[in-house]
């Protein structure tokens, strides 16, 4: 059973000034009469000391051109209707040629209203931007579900953050499933970029959300993981599009004092407790997912203590992998080393704002980290059976 801990509250300040209820930032009424009106006025004083007043009232023409760059129709057109009154009205006064006073009049009028309908054409594509936006943030929340998660077993916070923002899934995946038999963690990596390694991970994540509750074992699960991703690939090869595999670790934490792990591919996780770093299951790494006919051992389960008040990190090589500008690799054990007693949130937040820091905010790769505590309220037992792996 999952509990939520905390939700992101939409901001007010996030809608602005607009045409429609759509959520592009648009600077207030309030300021773009104020920002006309001071070019007037600045306007007006330099024709009246320079005695250019005409010319100068002629440049103020262009300033409908800023408007429909970043105010709405709306806006954009006060300020074509202000800009086209003051330079009517002292042109039509002035001394100079009539054929000049109807051009630079037409001239006013005319790119007033290109630049009313620049600005709808401009509002009118963010719009639709921002329903796509809104479409694929919806889309995200049903495939990566929004950190922290608590179950009966564990406390799973972290953070993940795509190379294309927007495109808001990459190939990172992860998931939590409270099942019967405890809680599943999956963490995992597809294989190459773009749509195709989005729909693998659309794959896999579901795979795994049906699997983990039918499948006793984390083996069994694994297995059920293996079969999603063959059978994706047997659809991609029909589409002529390349095969791909899926690194991942699935985690298995119930009420023993004992956790379970199957790395298939991953980075190993890190266990922080009692002031220690440890990778856990480095040498019990197995093929990918995908990749299991090319070897001969079947995959097993790795058991490992986990005791109350220890942490462990899970991550993909956006973390591992990530350059600094010299080209040297983020070293993520010395940085573990220096936060074992730190929570779970503080220490995913901690590490992703370091490795931001150490590359410069060059982002080279999709970045997912996990960390995994047992809930405050569980009592582990240190004399439970382990179930058949």
Known sequence: MFRSLRAAPARAGDRADGDDS????????????LVTAAATVVTIVLGTVTGTAVLLLGLLVFLPAFAAALCTPRQTALVSAWV??????PVALSGERLADRVILALFAVGFGALAVYGSWLRTTREGALV?????AAAMQRQILRPLPLLTDDVLVDGVYEPVQQDRLVGGDIYDVAATPWGTRVLMGDVQGKGLAAVGMAIDVVGAFREAAHREPTVTALVDSLEAAVVRHNGY???RSEPE?????VVLGVDAGAEAQLVTCGHIPPYLLHDGAVTAVGAGTAHAPLGLADLVAEPRTVSWFPFPAGATLLLCTDGLTEARSPAGTFYPLEAHLADRVDITAGRLTDALVDDVHAFTKGAQQDDLAVLAVRRSPHRVTVPGRSRSPA
């Not at 759509?22 to 009469?33: D, F, M």
């Not at 086209?84 to 009205?89: L, N, P, R, T």
């Not at 329903?131 to 479409?135: E, F, G, N, V």
């Not at 791909?244 to 991942?248: D, G, K, L, N, S």
């Open 244 to 248: 791909r595999f899926v690194t991942a």
């Open 131 to 135: 329903r796509l936006r809104s479409t």
């Open 84 to 89: 086209s009154v003051v330079v009517i009205v």
């Open 22 to 33: 759509t959520s592009i930032r648009t600077p207030p009424t309030r300021a773009v009469v």
């Open 236 to 238: 991609a090869e029909q």
